[in-house]
C-alpha cells in the first residue's frame, strides 16, 4: 500500500464540463501516473510524471491535461468531458524504494452523460 | 497500439484446479513482466513479477513461466481458490518505456467450490 488517496471517488458530470480528479500520495514517491481502465483494454496510460513540473504524454493523452506542482499531488483535467471519457481512473506511483513496483490507487469512477 | 495480448478474456476453474493465462509480447526491449491482481471495486495490486533472465519464478501457489524466445509468459495457479477469483492483468515494462506499465487486456478469473 502505497498511501495513494484518489478523489473523487465517484462522479457524474454533464458532457463539456471541465473536470479534475485529484491523486494524493504519502510515500514520497518520484513517479506518478494516471490510467484509464476500459473492458477489453486494460488499463492505458494517460500520462505520467517523473517529478515536480516534468510531464508527459501516455498512450491515450487526447482530451486530458495533468499538473504536478508537489511531489505528492498529481492532477488529471478533462478541459471538456466527453462520453469517451466514461471510465475508472487511476492513479499509480513508484520510486527508488518500490523498484519496478507500481502501486495503484482505488479508482475514481467517472460518468458523462 | 497493443504491444501485450492476454488470453483468455474469461477462465471458469473448479475449486483445486489449475488456472493457467497467457500473455504475448511484440516489444524485445521488454525487461520486467508483472501480474496484477484486481478485486472489484479496488485498485491492481501487484501479485508477482519476473525478469527475462530466468524460466520461472514460483510464490506460493503463484507461478510465472517465461519463454524468452517465444515472447511469451504464463500465469499459473495451482490449487485455485475461490478467493482467487478476481481479474488478472498481465503487463511489460523497459527499454524506452521504463517506468510505464503496458498491459494485457485482463481476465476474469472465477473460480468455483
Known amino acids: 500500500d502505497a498511501g495513494i488517496t484518489q478523489s473523487p471517488r465517484h462522479k457524474v458530470t454533464e458532457t463539456g464540463t471541465p473536470v479534475t480528479l485529484r491523486c494524493h500520495q504519502t510515500?514520497?514517491?518520484?513517479?506518478m501516473y494516471w490510467y484509464r481502465q476500459d473492458p477489453g483494454h486494460g488499463l492505458r496510460l494517460i500520462h505520467y510524471?517523473?517529478?515536480?513540473?516534468?510531464?508527459d504524454k501516455g498512450e491515450v493523452s487526447d482530451g486530458y491535461s495533468v499538473s504536478r506542482s508537489k511531489t505528492e499531488d498529481f492532477l488529471l483535467t478533462l478541459e471538456s468531458a466527453t462520453s469517451s471519457q466514461t471510465s475508472v481512473y487511476f492513479c499509480?506511483?513508484?520510486?527508488?524504494?518500490?523498484?519496478?513496483?507500481?502501486?495503484f490507487g482505488e479508482g475514481s469512477w467517472l460518468t458523462v452523460v | 497500439q497493443q504491444q501485450v495480448k492476454q488470453s483468455p478474456q474469461s477462465l471458469i476453474v473448479q475449486k483445486g484446479g489449475i488456472s493457467i493465462i497467457n500473455c504475448a509480447y511484440e516489444?524485445?526491449?521488454?525487461?520486467?513482466f508483472p501480474w496484477y491482481q484486481q478485486f472489484p471495486g479496488k485498485g491492481p495490486a501487484l501479485l508477482i513479477a519476473?525478469?527475462?533472465?530466468?524460466s520461472e519464478k514460483k510464490e506460493g501457489r503463484f507461478t510465472i513461466s517465461f519463454n524468452k524466445s517465444a515472447k511469451q509468459f504464463s500465469l499459473h495457479i495451482m490449487d485455485s481458490q475461490p478467493g482467487d477469483s478476481a481479474t488478472y492483468f498481465c503487463?511489460?515494462?523497459?527499454?524506452?518505456?521504463?517506468?510505464?506499465?503496458?498491459f494485457g487486456q485482463g481476465t476474469i478469473l472465477t473460480v468455483h467450490p
Open positions: 516489444n524485445t526491449a521488454f525487461d520486467y
Open positions: 519476473i525478469r527475462p533472465d530466468v
Open positions: 510515500e514520497n514517491h518520484r513517479y
Open positions: 499509480a506511483t513508484s520510486g527508488i524504494r518500490s523498484g519496478n513496483t507500481i502501486y
Open positions: 510524471s517523473y517529478g515536480v513540473k516534468d510531464t
Open positions: 503487463a511489460a515494462d523497459g527499454g524506452t518505456s521504463y517506468g510505464k506499465l503496458t
